[in-house]
């Protein structure tokens, strides 16, 4: 449970949510601009949201949920009900007259990685990023800080909240409950009475979607390639090389240097010029010793002594300084001198040495030609990915425009279902939007991104709903399943009969034997415990406990049609033990985490409930 407390925290629902890739955007914040003279979907006070902002909002939303079978309906609902909550949340800051620090942003923008190069701010970058998607500094910080506020504000509910002494007693009380059980399994046994054709047809009648042939679409769709258009950018000798030249830390090796170190340690009131004389002494000996045999011997670093005094691949920062200049200036298996540093005295030896090597621009041209044509293709490909999703939308009912505009082709895949498909199709985010609504109503699908360098708009080409199978075809499989499911029944019968009478007072022990099954007696279950199904556990600790000397009994449902009958007996409350002394620290943190996620929750929806919301049906797509 404490695992389970961790996930939790981890949850925490930031406001602050900077999801910058291709197309480059930000959740929450590109749908505070207008929706025209178009029917808003949903408003919030005097705020309102239209078609588009709600399309965006279930976009970056839904990336989260790629490859996983949930239903398009739900995740445009929980999308739209996200923007509705930020929005919620923006005004009450805003009305609060809560702000952002201007050094605070500044220090949030200069450390996103989007704005980086060579691992620092780049501002030429950060202007062609924001030129790009045609914002100034000015509004992009603005629109940084209202999220950064909301973000703080979250924090001050979450982060105030705190765990009683109580709480984590009670916590850790029922965390290491202990339960006493007898239990029978009820086997699915095959059953030899064959059903009529009668069954045969009302079982077809009514699972008919269970014998479908799957549906399948094909699709036509247009790409925009960061790889692309970087073949296409022309290059020159001269650029090549002073973009070689820029980037030559990329094409270089740095060099390699393994350090191994006898030390001989300032102890507490030792003397210096003592612990000199013996590192003196150790350097006279290593005339008949070898360096790592003396330092097994000698070296007061027991850590490194046993292993020769290695201490591994020699980095700059780590060391003192005068280590480090010393073993910087060592030669391949050169002995240092005596060498003092805050820990004592050491005699350092170099045992490997590679020199740093800077491959020429001969060799790698091949490689720079290709890194400089996607450089100079970026741009380019953040314009034209506007320029993609801005066509496709006006044109809705053709890829002819978005195809024209882009310099591309439009191709083709054949046939392919929800579940698998070739080609561009082998995608799970291409076969999440060829069955999307609005690309089965026939219109352009939303730009689909394909890692961050690729961009993809689809449409319909031929689709083929799923279709009903033939009764002759399936009904071997129609056979098995009724089979399958009379013996279920029949389990299920005898099971509730066996919970009827261990509620009437028998013992399990005499009724397993009456029907030939076997009884097992489980004490002391924990939550975690594997003496049991995980199924059988959960159900045991959701159980009631036993009143007034009576079991609980329960029946628990297997996923291969056994019915598991169970006597709850005894209940043994749980106490704090040694080894939960040592996470109290860390079940007060995260329980004190679960509440404050609870009472923000709790606050969103005293605001939202406070607050002029209303929700319209979704505008009708273009036709």
Request: net charge neutral.
């Amino acid at each position: 449970m404490l695992t389970k407390i961790r996930e939790s925290s981890r949850a925490f629902s930031w406001l602050l949510v900077l999801v910058i890739g291709v197309p480059f955007s930000l959740w929450g914040i590109e749908n505070y601009l207008g929706g025209g003279s178009e029917k808003a979907v949903a408003s919030v006070n005097n705020k309102e949201f239209f078609q588009n902002d709600v399309n965006k909002a279930y976009q970056q939303y839904s990336q989260q949920f790629q490859g996983m079978n949930i239903d398009e309906t739900i995740l445009k609902k929980q999308a739209l009900d996200k923007l509705i909550k930020d929005e919620v949340l923006l005004q009450h800051v805003q009305k609060e007259n809560l702000v952002a620090t201007d050094k605070n942003t500044r220090e949030l923008i200069q450390g996103l990685d989007y704005f980086k190069k060579d691992g620092k701010f780049d501002k030429a970058q950060y202007q062609s990023l924001l030129s790009s998607q045609h914002l100034s500094s000015a509004e992009f910080v603005n629109r940084i800080k209202k999220s950064e506020v909301m973000e703080q504000y979250q924090r001050s509910v979450t982060e105030s909240s705190f765990a009683t002494q109580y709480d984590i007693e009670h916590f850790f009380k029922i965390q290491n409950q202990q339960r006493d059980i007898e239990y029978t399994t009820v086997a699915v046994t095959p059953t030899a009475n064959q059903p009529t054709e009668a069954e045969i047809k009302a079982y077809y009648l009514q699972h008919q979607n269970q014998y479908q042939s799957p549906e399948k679409i094909s699709i036509e769709f247009v790409t925009l390639s960061l790889d692309n258009l970087a073949k296409e950018v022309p290059v020159a000798e001269p650029q090549l090389k002073a973009f070689y030249e820029e980037q030559k830390q990329l094409y270089s090796s740095k060099e390699r240097r393994k350090v191994s170190h006898i030390l001989f340690a300032f102890t507490k009131g030792a003397d210096e010029k003592a612990v000199l004389k013996k590192a003196e002494a150790a350097q006279e000996a290593l005339k008949t010793k070898s360096f790592e045999a003396l330092a097994a011997e000698v070296s007061e670093d027991k850590a490194t002594a046993a292993k020769g005094g290695d201490l591994g691949l020699f980095e700059k920062g780590v060391m003192e300084k005068n280590f480090e200049e010393v073993a910087a200036k060592l030669q391949l298996n050169e002995v240092s001198k005596p060498v003092k540093s805050a820990y004592g005295y050491h005699l350092i030896k170099v045992t490997e040495l590679v020199p740093a090597v800077v491959k020429s621009f001969e060799t790698v041209k091949a490689e720079v030609t290709k890194a400089y044509q996607r450089k100079e293709a970026e741009a380019n490909f953040y314009a034209l990915n506007d320029k993609l999703a801005e066509v496709s939308y006006q044109n809705p009912d053709s890829l002819t425009a978005v195809a024209e505009s882009l310099g591309v082709q439009i191709e083709k895949t054949e046939l392919f279902t929800k579940d698998a498909g070739d080609g561009v199709a082998k995608e799970a985010a291409i076969r999440s939007a060829a069955f999307s609504e609005e690309v089965l109503k026939g219109n352009n699908s939303e730009p689909v991104e394909l890692g961050t360098d690729k961009v993809v708009v689809l449409r319909m080409k031929e689709h083929h709903p799923a279709a009903t199978r033939d009764l002759k075809e399936v009904q071997p499989m129609i056979v098995g399943a009724l089979l399958t499911e009379k013996a279920q029944k029949e389990a299920v019968k005898l099971a509730g009969e066996l919970k009827k009478q261990l509620l009437a007072g028998k013992k399990l022990a005499a009724l397993a034997a009456e029907h030939k099954l076997v009884a097992t007696t489980v004490a002391q279950l924990t939550r975690n415990g594997t003496q049991v199904p995980p199924q059988v556990n959960q159900a045991v600790f959701k159980a009631a406990k036993p009143v007034a000397g009576k079991p609980t009994v329960l029946t628990v449902a297997m996923p291969n049609g056994e019915q598991v009958v169970v006597s709850l007996n005894k209940v043994t409350e749980g106490v704090m033990s040694e080894s939960d002394k040592k996470q109290k620290q860390l079940a007060e943190k995260n329980l004190a985490k679960a509440v404050g996620d609870a009472l923000f929750e709790a606050v969103i929806n005293s605001l939202q409930a406070s607050a002029d919301v209303s929700v319209a049906l979704p505008a009708p797509a273009k036709q």
